[in-house]
């Protein structure tokens, strides 16, 4: 699936497809995390069951409107107790299938929100 918009931040995510994620025309073949304007990062969870608390340690220094958890191919929702520290910081969290989730950042972005994407892929 290709995705098409004005690019008006300095990360777009151009295309996603189970393993490979596109972003800025680069590929990357693991799970991702995108700061807007600082960074692109491998990301260590390659599935749901693989999430930690810790995992989300780096978001809240960062301070995002909200934050995208794109958990692969098929819906799951995590543990609330993994994103209640995000949701005390008052950082929304939306999950959604990892596809929705690029979607989503985009749309997002093009908008001029202050949104984080972590994305396993």
């Not at 151009?14 to 700061?35: D, F, L, M, R, T």
């Not at 600082?38 to 995992?55: F, G, R, V």
Request: charged share 20%; net charge negative; proline share 7%.
């Amino acid at each position: 699936m290709k995705f098409a918009l004005e690019e008006r931040n300095n990360y777009h995510i151009n295309s996603y497809e189970p393993g490979e994620i596109c972003i800025n025309g680069q590929a990357y073949g693991h799970s991702v995390i995108i700061i807007p304007g600082e960074a692109i990062a491998a990301w260590p969870p390659n599935t749901l069951a693989d999430l930690k608390a810790a995992h989300f340690t780096d978001i809240k220094t960062h301070q995002p409107e909200v934050l995208l958890l794109g958990v692969g191919e098929t819906l799951r929702f995590p543990s609330p107790e993994l994103t209640a520290p995000l949701a005390a910081q008052k950082i929304g969290v939306e999950v959604m299938d990892t596809r929705a989730a690029c979607r989503t950042f985009n749309l997002l972005i093009a908008e001029g929100r202050k949104v984080v994407a972590a994305l396993i892929v």
